[in-house]
């Protein structure tokens, strides 16, 4: 496993970041066991780097897991929190609740614009308070917009930034694959930490997942790479690709028969795209909502290509 210093920062973060989404109760919900001991695999596998967000409601999982392990695995975690007050409660929650003292880095969640950056002033003051106190080691930003990524480059207080990246821009809100590449290397060169989410377009790319892997493997500008796993099969197919080695064949059949079905974000807005552009009428809408029928759904992914709000995901 490949291990880089993230930016400017002082954490060492392995090339492969555990994406904690997948895990729990907003996607495979697997049992709390099952879910921790996923994480431990991981670490004794290499990864020394976690995802996870307050949002994700997970965090018992990774305190589990700390416990059976007891190593030292740098946590990210970010927050919807747009007050002071509101920013200090969810980082108090992570600390007690994963069960740390201190939490390495702490985001703000899924930032859209310079001016929702600029509305979450009050939650980045209270980052850097809490970075001043030993609470987190280093401040950042989750984002899906270039602009963001551009914005956050130049300012000093963020330390680290989480931009979504994959070879079809899928859930890029303002631009194109190329273009956050562009962003993403110009805010590496401001010397800031970076690493990459949504390399799998939310699971939509799986069947070209060769193709997805080698292209944000062959970024020189992410220090890190954040994956979702939620089975022992992905896991060891994720560290062969990152480590440059053949996937076992019992691996690859193992993942040919993992179920997986797509899903709709509660966020949804109803706007209707990803229903004309399903060919095998398996999306509807139902009130402001698409709903989706399995038994006609084929997983292509094409219908989340026209999300505009990145709703939906294969998983």
């Given at each position: 496993m490949e291990y880089?210093?993230?930016?400017?920062?002082?954490?060492?973060?392995?090339?492969?970041?555990?994406?904690?989404?997948?895990?729990?109760?907003?996607?495979?919900?697997?049992?709390?066991?099952?879910?921790?001991?996923?994480?431990?695999?991981?670490?004794?596998?290499?990864?020394?780097?976690?995802?996870?967000?307050?949002?994700?409601?997970?965090?018992?999982?990774?305190?589990?897991?700390?416990?059976?392990?007891?190593?030292?695995?740098?946590?990210?975690?970010?927050?919807?929190?747009?007050?002071?007050?509101?920013?200090?409660?969810?980082?108090?929650?992570?600390?007690?609740?994963?069960?740390?003292?201190?939490?390495?880095?702490?985001?703000?969640?899924?930032?859209?614009?310079?001016?929702?950056?600029?509305?979450?002033?009050?939650?980045?003051?209270?980052?850097?308070?809490?970075?001043?106190?030993?609470?987190?080691?280093?401040?950042?930003?989750?984002?899906?917009?270039?602009?963001?990524?551009?914005?956050?480059?130049l300012m000093k207080e963020i330390d680290v930034i989480q931009p979504l990246i994959n070879f079809k821009g899928i859930g890029i809100k303002d631009g194109t694959a190329e273009d956050m590449l562009k962003a993403i290397e110009y805010a590496y060169t401001k010397g800031k930490g970076i690493y990459g989410m949504k390399c799998l377009g939310g699971g939509n790319l799986i069947k070209e997942k060769v193709k997805a892997f080698e292209f944000v493997l062959n970024i020189p500008y992410l220090h890190s790479i954040a994956v979702g796993i939620k089975s022992k099969s992905e896991l060891i197919a994720d560290i062969c690709f990152f480590e440059g080695e053949k996937v076992p064949e019992d691996v690859e059949k193992s993942l040919l028969k993992e179920k997986r079905r797509l899903i709709i974000e509660e966020w949804c807005e109803g706007c209707g795209n990803c229903v004309s552009r399903c060919r095998y009428d398996a999306l509807s809408l139902c009130g402001k909502k698409v709903s989706v029928d399995e038994n006609k759904c084929i997983l292509c992914g094409y219908c989340a290509g026209a999300c505009p709000e990145f709703c939906i995901k294969i998983v």
């Open positions: 880089k210093r993230l930016g400017s920062t002082d954490l060492i973060v392995s090339k492969l970041c555990f994406g904690a989404l997948t895990i729990g109760p907003l996607q495979a919900n697997l049992p709390l066991e099952e879910g921790a001991n996923l994480i431990c695999e991981a670490f004794e596998l290499g990864v020394n780097f976690i995802d996870t967000a307050e949002y994700y409601k997970n965090y018992e999982y990774i305190n589990l897991a700390l416990k059976k392990i007891k190593n030292e695995i740098i946590i990210a975690s970010k927050s919807y929190a747009y007050t002071y007050e509101g920013m200090k409660k969810s980082v108090e929650k992570a600390r007690k609740e994963i069960g740390k003292d201190y939490i390495d880095i702490f985001m703000l969640h899924e930032q859209e614009s310079r001016l929702t950056l600029q509305g979450h002033k009050e939650a980045l003051d209270y980052l850097l308070e809490a970075k001043d106190k030993g609470l987190i080691k280093a401040t950042g930003v989750s984002t899906h917009t270039v602009e963001v990524v551009r914005t956050a480059a």
